[in-house]
């Protein structure tokens, strides 16, 4: 589940990164060095929604902000719960983790989810399921223009090349998404 979990995020950011280059713009994120042992993907939506996907060995922690779905109440006793082992996803600022619609806690393949359902954000679990033509149809209608879902697919099964970038995105400056890549987590 771990490695569906990573593939399919780099996956996302890849195609984020080819579509919109100025970061701050783009949805979804991937950061395969966050620390020596540690992962993380985020999702931002613009309007306050996010998301963050911590990745350390075959733990997971994940903590959801969707402000239409509200906050849950339990935030500090199930940070205060959370086993020792997701010590460093608990207390990392970049999370945000003083308010949470969600968290959940990915270990032994399973995930223990606390907090409230998410209905108004893209949110982990619907993103496990995307498929090319999901990803295709989102982009298309975020991004404001048309997106070749056959060059999604190749991408989303692990292909990337400067010919799959050109048809997502023909204006894309090749040496900037070049030096990202390594960040992703994506071999060139």
Sequence with gaps: MIEQLRKKMKSLALL?????QEWQYRYFSYNSNWSDSEEMGSLRDGCGGEWFLWISGELA????LSPEDGL?????????SASGAFG????????????????????????????KPVNWLIDLKAIIGWE???????????????IDLEAVEKILSGEFNEELAKKLNPDIEMN???????EIG???
Aim: glycine residues 2%; proline residues 3%; contains cysteine.
């Design 16 to 20: 984020d990164a080819i579509i919109e």
């Design 61 to 64: 922690g994940y903590k959801c």
């Design 72 to 80: 849950m109440s339990e935030l500090q006793e199930v940070k205060a």
């Design 88 to 115: 460093s996803f608990i207390t990392e600022p970049a999370f945000s983790m003083d308010q949470a619609t969600c968290i959940w806690f990915l270990e032994n393949s399973q995930w223990v989810k606390h907090g």
């Design 132 to 146: 090319a033509s999901d990803y295709q149809s989102w982009a298309t209608e975020y991004y404001e223009r048309e």
């Design 176 to 182: 900037e998404l070049l030096a990202e890549l390594p």
């Design 186 to 188: 994506i071999n060139s």
